[in-house]
């Protein structure tokens, strides 16, 4: 195959990229504008939603920049603005779906801002009970264990220990056969 057809090839692949770079683009504006995966499959002729979907994903991480990823933010402003404005009179008058779709809209902005205070979470274990404190405890029995028993349990850890290099051992030789 010649240099030319080679180039040909490369520049056509450039061009796919481009393209696909600029409907995954329009995906993600459709997307904060409202448009549902379907409807996004539909007007940007993607096979399902399950693709336009994946093009939204793609077009968000293309945005690693941070003065694009500002841009949409505010345009995402603007437009959360303007709903805000069109459902604020009604829900002072009492409207309970307009208060309802206001205070919505507050917690997507205070969001998008970064105004919400992080979520605590803390470590739990199967049964819903809080970690640290069921370690705590454990830690407590333990001081009041005799000094045999903590032997006992020393050595029990070790031989677990053990237990786990003999058998990391035994699987590393069983993967070289």
Do not use: C
Request: charged share 35%.
């Amino acid at each position: 195959m010649g240099r030319g057809k080679l180039r040909g090839a490369a520049e056509k692949t450039a061009e796919h990229r481009i393209e696909a770079a600029q409907r995954a683009g329009e995906a993600v504006r459709l997307r904060l504008a409202g448009a549902d995966f379907k409807a996004i499959a539909e007007q940007l002729g993607y096979q399902s939603a399950a693709s336009a979907y994946k093009a939204v994903r793609r077009g968000i991480e293309a945005l690693k920049a941070p003065k694009e990823a500002a841009e949409l933010r505010d345009e995402q402003r603007l437009r959360l603005g303007r709903l805000l404005l069109a459902w604020y009179p009604k829900a002072i008058n009492g409207d309970e779906k307009a208060v309802s779709a206001v205070l919505r809209l507050l917690e997507r902005m205070a969001k998008l801002d970064g105004l919400d205070a992080p979520v605590k979470v803390a470590q739990t274990d199967s049964e819903g009970r809080d970690v640290d404190v069921r370690r705590e405890a454990f830690v407590t029995a333990l001081a009041k264990l005799p000094q045999e028993a903590l032997q006992v349990l020393a050595g029990l850890r070790e031989q677990v220990q053990a237990g786990a290099a003999v058998e990391a051992i035994t699987d590393e030789r069983e993967g070289e056969r």
